[in-house]
């Protein structure tokens, strides 16, 4: 049975920082790609930032570039979202999202098999 298991969410003030994990099992952690995607009360769900295993290729949204950072630990088959300089618009729930029939990255939700339940940041200003 596979499984996406996120934590590391949390409130933190403006500018601050959080570490989001998505701990994976039950699939080969060899060949998959890994988004995170967050949706923000009464908005749609959109794509954050994904990691392709195949050459550790690594996507951002505009709206986060040069203040998140996604790694991948395939010894621990988990996938991280670093997160700096936090605003009060990065407040959502965050999901993690693995598709593992292709190690392409995508931002279409439909593209990935798998979801975490999703975890809560809230950035206060």
């Known amino acids: 049975e596979v499984q996406l298991v996120e934590s590391g969410g949390g409130l933190v003030q403006a500018g601050g920082s959080l570490r989001l994990s998505c701990a994976a099992s039950?699939?080969?952690?060899?060949?998959?790609?890994i988004g995170w995607f967050r949706q923000a009360p009464g908005k749609e769900r959109e794509g954050v930032s994904c990691?392709?295993?195949?050459?550790?290729?690594?996507y951002y949204a505009d709206s986060v570039k040069g203040r998140f950072t996604i790694s991948s630990d395939n010894a621990k088959n988990t996938v991280y979202l670093q997160m700096n300089s936090l605003k009060p618009e990065d407040t959502a729930v965050y999901y993690c999202a693995a598709n593992t029939r292709a190690t392409y990255c995508s931002w279409l939700e439909y593209e990935y098999d798998y979801w975490g339940q999703g975890t809560q940041v809230t950035v206060s200003s």
């Open positions: 039950g699939f080969t952690f060899d060949d998959y790609a």
């Open positions: 990691i392709s295993s195949s050459d550790g290729s690594t």
